[in-house]
């Protein structure tokens, strides 16, 4: 799930990662922007795309700047227990991390190893511009 200020930022890093899954789905929620469609984030949003994406087996979150981060842990205290217990706030890169967080999840893999794959999006660039 992509929590972002920009509905325009967060639409556009899940078709790149859509991008990287031909004719496979995944669901991928986005809660971005304010209520007026400008720029901002809304706790009660990301609480309600956490719910409509949270199939039971968890939700992976990745956020774009610091009061989304606030934002998403504010959320997390209108889920109940249960479903909180199944929510990952990721510190991944939000595009690098969705792209591998995305392929991942595609094959069926568990909320933590997307969690994982998602926290190693900036490895190949490191290692690529490291050398």
Not at 15 to 25: H, Q, S
Not at 38 to 65: K, Q, R, S
Request: no cysteine; net charge negative.
């Amino acid at each position: 799930m992509v929590v972002s200020h920009s509905r325009a930022l967060a639409e556009a890093a899940v078709e790149l990662a859509r991008g990287m899954l031909p004719g496979r789905e995944l669901a991928v929620g986005i809660a971005a922007g304010d209520v007026d469609g400008g720029l901002g984030t809304d706790a009660t949003a990301i609480a309600d795309a956490v719910t409509a994406v949270d199939g039971g087996d968890g939700v992976v979150v990745l956020m774009d700047l610091g009061s989304a981060v606030l934002s998403a842990e504010t959320a997390l205290e209108f889920l109940d227990d249960d479903q909180r217990a199944r929510v990952v706030l990721s510190p991944a890169p939000l595009v690098e991390g969705l792209v591998g967080a995305a392929v991942v999840a595609a094959s069926g893999a568990s909320r933590d190893r997307v969690a994982a794959e998602a926290l190693q999006g900036l490895a190949p660039k490191q290692a690529h511009l490291a050398g």
